[in-house]
């Protein structure tokens, strides 16, 4: 039995081919970093999502939610943030009137416009119970300043 595998192994390395010279290995991929604008706009995004379904559990699991899928996102929102501010404070007037029209635009940007803090069910959850209002207002936390 060891005798056949030391021979299979043997045979294995035989037929592995050398690599042949001058031959040019596949080119890597080169992933580029994505734009401050579309970093800042992914984790708004993510954080949106993350809220909505929030939105749709108890109270009890809607805190356990965002305390453990939160502060990656806030550290995300940290990294971007100051990126993505110096970013709008380079561009002309009238490049930031165009990316001022795409975050209106965006699906992140119409769900948080829209949520109401007073009236809306996720609203309502963060009055009754101030864990969850502390997660909430640290997640949104990504949108003051810029």
């Known amino acids: ?3 056949s ?15 042949v010279q001058g031959q040019q290995a596949a080119p890597a991929v080169i992933i580029q970093p ?12 993510d954080i949106a999502h993350l809220l909505q379904q929030a939105t749709a559990l108890s ?3 809607a805190v356990a939610l965002l305390r453990r899928k939160g502060p990656a ?6 990294q971007v ?3 993505y501010s110096r970013w709008v404070r380079g561009l002309s007037p009238a490049e930031r009137k165009g990316e001022r029209e ?6 992140w940007y119409q769900y948080f416009s829209t949520l109401d803090l007073d009236t809306s069910p996720l609203g309502v959850k963060a009055k009754r119970n101030r864990a969850l209002a502390e997660q909430l207002f640290n997640l949104m936390e990504f949108a003051d300043g810029v």
């Open 1 to 3: 039995m060891k005798f």
């Open 5 to 19: 595998f030391l021979l299979c192994a043997l045979l294995g390395v035989a037929v592995i081919q050398p690599p």
């Open 34 to 45: 994505a734009s401050p604008s579309l970093a800042y706009s992914q984790v708004a995004t």
């Open 59 to 61: 109270d009890a699991q």
């Open 73 to 78: 996102l806030q550290a995300r929102a940290r």
């Open 81 to 83: 943030k100051p990126a």
């Open 102 to 107: 795409r975050l209106d635009a965006s699906p």
